[in-house]
């Protein structure tokens, strides 16, 4: 286990570490450490409803949005429990808008789950060096997770962020720019309870992140580096602390009780037509029952935009839960094309990489509407 803990290390501070020394930068919108989406943004096209629509529920003081995604499941096997059929996997409504003084607010609620509510928060945009926000809503942990499932290029979450990142809590955090537009933070202090309205046993979540953001780094004496325009470069550290009891640890445990240390790095480069994102998640659960474990995780995700409108990706995504849940290695390829700003068509064909029967082997066909 030792042994494949340093393999598995060593190839994701590679892959890491090499997008910062060959270059590639970032779509930022507010001050934060979040990223806003891993694909450049669509050209805009003669699309006259789509503009009406902005034109009336697109201002500032009040942005209504909502996504609606339908998935069709089919497995390669034929047993009566393999879940083949339709579902509907978002049925969500957004409101979000900023008022006088720098007030403002994100509202989210998603109707096919329970709990309903995602996003309840209330912000404060003193500076560009400092925004306060409270209530419900991401914490800041993890690049998959900061953006939208809407702009993935594959439709469910890599499985590491997805098992190990705190994602939404409630609570109070602080954000903004150390170097505008280049270098951000984010801290906040959580229930650690996830979503649930309550924090019984009076103790805290602790999560921060620092990111960059910007043109690639070049080093002129190695050879490295780019200075074409588009070339795009993100790097972000996270770590979270806590002591808990009866919390929920991403999808891993659903009733944690003792120490959680997580730590993780991701990077996102962008150069021409490709795009490379990596992360490592690595986390260190202390039982009050006794004994420990260390699960961790990485994905690493190829992307190359087609035309305008279609992009391919594929991913290598493996996941070590150390005895809490089944291990997997997945290897997925990904097709996705917007035929309009608020449309998006998907085709995921996945399989463990550990077991390639194709039994094991899952194509996803997603559409969705999303503005």
Do not use: C
Not at 5 to 28: K, P
Not at 199 to 208: E, Q, R, S
Not at 313 to 322: G, H, I, K, N, P
């Amino acid at each position: 286990m030792a042994v494949e803990m340093v393999a598995r290390t060593t190839i994701v501070v590679a892959l890491l570490l090499g997008q910062i020394v060959i270059g590639a930068g970032s779509e930022f919108g507010e001050a934060s450490a979040h990223p806003k989406s891993s694909q450049p943004v669509q050209e805009e096209e003669d699309e006259p409803l789509y503009e009406k629509l902005k034109e009336h529920f697109k201002q500032d003081y009040l942005n209504i949005g909502a996504w609606l995604r339908t998935d069709l499941d089919i497995q390669g096997n034929d047993e009566a429990d393999n879940n083949d059929g339709f579902r509907v996997s978002r049925f969500r409504f957004m409101m979000s808008g900023e008022l006088d003084l720098g007030f403002g607010y994100v509202m989210q609620v998603d109707f096919f789950r329970s709990p309903s509510i995602l996003d309840a928060k209330l912000y404060y945009h003193i500076s560009d060096p400092l925004e306060l926000d409270a209530g419900q809503f991401k914490s800041s942990f993890s690049r998959e997770v900061l953006i939208s499932g809407a702009d993935r290029d594959f439709i469910d979450a890599a499985g590491a962020p997805s098992a190990l990142a705190p994602n939404r809590q409630l609570g109070i955090q602080a954000r903004g720019w150390i170097s505008k537009d280049k270098v951000s933070y984010s801290a906040g202090v959580f229930n650690g309870n996830g979503t649930e309205n309550n924090n019984d046993d009076g103790k805290f979540l602790y999560v921060a992140r620092v990111a960059y953001s910007g043109r690639p780094l070049a080093f002129a004496p190695l050879g490295f580096g780019s200075e074409r325009e588009g070339d795009v470069m993100e790097f972000g550290l996270n770590v979270a602390y806590s002591d808990d009891d009866d919390a929920p640890i991403g999808s891993l445990v659903d009733n944690f009780d003792g120490k959680r240390f997580i730590i993780g790095a991701d990077s996102h480069r962008r150069w021409g037509k490709f795009s490379v994102t990596a992360e490592f998640i690595y986390a260190h659960l202390d039982f009050d029952s006794g004994g420990d474990a260390n699960p961790f995780g990485f994905y690493a995700t190829l992307g190359y935009k087609l035309s305008p409108k279609t992009r391919l990706a594929v991913r290598f995504d493996d996941l070590q839960t150390d005895g809490l849940d089944d291990d997997r290695i997945l290897l997925i390829a990904a097709y996705s094309h917007r035929p309009t700003q608020a449309t998006r068509f998907q085709i995921n064909y996945g399989f463990d990489f550990d077991n390639i029967d194709v039994g094991n082997h899952v194509l996803t066909l997603s559409g969705q509407l999303r503005f």
